[in-house]
């Protein structure tokens, strides 16, 4: 599982173009309809809240980080 945050385009959609499976991190989840249409899990976070983001990147092999 690969968690991504501020999850846009480019290295999520090859990601999910190739079967690998995803995790949108995200702030606003009304954002994120189309990434959860193309298979990827949803997980809402606030940078600033340390638990909250360990939830979010929890079972997760790979953390690629977009600071907003």
């Given at each position: 599982?690969?968690?991504?945050?501020?999850?846009?385009g480019?290295?999520?959609?090859?990601?999910?173009?190739?079967?690998?499976?995803?995790r949108?991190?995200?702030?606003?989840?009304?954002?994120?309809?189309?990434?959860?249409?193309?298979?990827?899990?949803?997980?809402?976070?606030?940078?600033?809240?340390?638990?909250?983001?360990?939830?979010?990147?929890e079972?997760?092999?790979?953390?690629?980080?977009?600071?907003?």
């Open positions: 599982m690969y968690a991504i945050t501020e999850v846009a480019k290295v999520s959609g090859e990601l999910v173009a190739t079967g690998q499976p995803v949108a991190v995200v702030r606003d989840a009304t954002q994120t309809e189309a990434w959860a249409e193309r298979g990827c899990e949803i997980a809402t976070d606030f940078i600033e809240d340390p638990s909250s983001l360990a939830a979010a990147f079972g997760s092999t790979s953390v690629f980080i977009l600071p907003p």
